[in-house]
């Protein structure tokens, strides 16, 4: 598949880009998408090395050069529409977008949570599932709406929680399966397979009732519960 066919991906990070990572692996590997340009807030975010060494445009917008959300936002919305993408990916983009900023890439904006949501939307999920006795926790994969964190679920990885648990030891866990669940959503989308319609995600054109499960492989090592 020459590039020309490939779906143009701009991933937004802040951070490390563990999932970056993830999704440039894949693409090298064949996938049916191309990574056209990484954009992150935050000009020491690892990501930004991690797009150079892989040969992509990196660009750093950082939010505190702006007045307030809005016209970071816009100005965002600009350098996003230069590299002309079919998908906008948020990898570890740690800001909340304005309305204006989610409409405009409506049915065509994902980001990755880590939870099995509607279960602990926001921040520091590892710690508020172990706190509240959950007994399975994970990440969720969705398309991105006005409401944080509420838009429809696409698909959905597991991952049993342990009684000696940590935060930071089933963050590493949770991470693990991260990788693997984005770039089989981006693959999706990028095949065409995947669409969101009036709130509702269309996998093979058939609305999904319950988010799909991205099975563990078989040599994943779970906790042993007592």
């Known amino acids: ?27 090298a590997a064949g996938a049916p ?22 040969g992509i445009p990196a660009r750093v917008l ?12 816009q100005a ?37 949570h880590p939870s099995l949501l509607p279960r602990h939307q926001g921040l520091d ?9 959950d007994r399975e926790h994970g990440a969720s994969v969705h398309f991105v709406t006005e409401e944080l964190d509420g838009g ?11 009684d000696d648990d940590a935060p930071d030891s089933l963050a590493a866990r949770v991470l693990e399966t991260e990788h693997r669940l984005y770039p089989q959503a981006v693959r999706w989308f990028a095949e065409g397979r995947l669409r969101m319609e009036q709130d509702r995600v269309l996998l093979d054109g058939t609305p999904l009732q319950q988010p799909v499960e991205l099975p563990l492989p078989a040599d994943a090592q779970q906790p042993r519960l007592a």
């Open 33 to 54: 998408y191309e990574i056209v340009g990484v954009i992150s807030n935050k000009a020491d975010a690892y990501g930004l090395t991690r797009a150079k060494q892989a």
């Open 76 to 112: 965002l919305m600009q350098l996003i529409d230069t590299f002309d993408p079919g998908l906008v990916v948020l990898a570890g983009f740690m800001r909340i977008l304005t309305p204006e900023f989610v409409r405009h890439y409506a049915g065509r904006l994902l980001n990755i």
């Open 152 to 162: 429809p679920v696409i698909v959905q990885s597991r991952v049993a929680i342990a």
């Open 62 to 73: 950082d939010h505190r050069d702006f007045a307030d959300r809005q016209s970071f936002d």
């Open 1 to 27: 598949m020459n590039s020309g066919t490939r779906l143009p991906v701009v991933v937004l990070i802040s951070g490390s880009g563990s999932n970056l990572q993830a999704l440039i692996d894949d693409a």
């Open 125 to 133: 999920t590892h710690r508020r599932a172990i706190e509240a006795g």
